[in-house]
Nanobody, 123 residues
Framework: QVQLVESGGGLVQPGGSLRLSCAAL????????IGWFRQTPGRDREGVSC????????YYADSVEGRFTISRDNAKNTVYLQINGLKPEDTAVYYC????????????????WGQGTQVTVSS
């Protein structure tokens, strides 16, 4: 059974850091393009980062460039999203997703999704 499991969210003060994890179960994460998205109530799911299968090229949305870092640990079959310099506007549910074809900012393209992890940035 293919499954993605996110973890690592929480309540953080502005300026703080978090590392989100996306563990892949039932498939090899290196064979898929893995994207991170975030969503707040009433808004569309927003792509923030993606890492390609194999060579591991990385992409970032302009809104997070320089603060977010995506990485992959093939031995742990897990993709990470390191978030530094957190801002209140980063508050959202963060999801990871897997796609066979390519990295994309279009959430409809992705084949598999995790359940999400809440990130709240507040003092």
């Amino acid at each position: 059974q293919v499954q993605l499991v996110e973890s690592g969210g929480g309540l953080v003060q502005p300026g703080g850091s978090l590392r989100l994890s996306c563990a892949a179960l039932g498939f090899t994460v290196d064979y898929f393009h893995i994207g991170w998205f975030r969503q707040t109530p009433g808004r569309d799911r927003e792509g923030v980062s993606c890492i390609t299968s194999g060579d591991g090229n990385t992409y970032y949305a302009d809104s997070v460039e320089g603060r977010f870092t995506i990485s992959r640990d093939n031995a742990k079959n897990t993709v990470y999203l390191q978030i530094n310099g957190l801002k209140p506007e980063d508050t959202a549910v963060y999801y990871c997703a897997a796609d066979r074809i390519q990295c994309s900012w279009n959430p409809r393209q992705y084949d598999y999704w995790g359940q999400g992890t809440q990130v709240t940035v507040s003092s």
